[in-house]
């Protein structure tokens, strides 16, 4: 039931950057906006940055001017390019996918999607 499959968490310092990755199927990648949350321990789930099948991203005002949401269309693949980390940031990464509708309102109506396993994003020195 997992739709995509998320890579690329890891610990890095303060300002650093990491490149998280998200593979899916043809089908899914072909037919489906995608997103990209985050949790932070104790937080509530939230959405990071959504992407459109015609490329139209969005931003969360928090990660705005320093994250970047991309598709490689060869792969399957969505990305998200995080530049300028902070501590702020430290969370465990999600991907998804459905319309952009869905997208917004998966945190709060989880049968809309299933949940992948995530990656963990550590910013710390």
């Known amino acids: 039931q997992v739709r995509a499959v998320e890579s690329g968490g890891g610990l890095v310092q303060p300002g650093g950057s990491l490149r998280l990755s998200c593979a899916t199927t043809?089908?899914?990648?072909?037919?489906?906006?995608m997103g990209w949350y985050r949790q932070a321990p104790g937080k509530q789930r939230e959405l990071v940055a959504t992407?459109?099948?015609?490329?139209?991203?969005n931003y969360a005002a928090s990660v705005k001017g320093r994250f970047r949401i991309s598709r490689d269309k060869t792969k399957s693949t969505v990305y998200l390019q995080m530049n300028s980390l902070e501590p702020e940031d430290t969370a465990v990464y999600y991907c998804n996918a459905g319309s952009l509708s869905d997208l917004k309102r998966l945190i709060s109506d989880p049968t809309l999607s299933p949940w992948g396993r995530g990656t963990q994003v550590t910013v710390s020195s």
């Open positions: 992407i459109t099948i015609s490329d139209s991203t």
């Open positions: 043809t089908s899914i990648f072909s037919s489906s906006a």
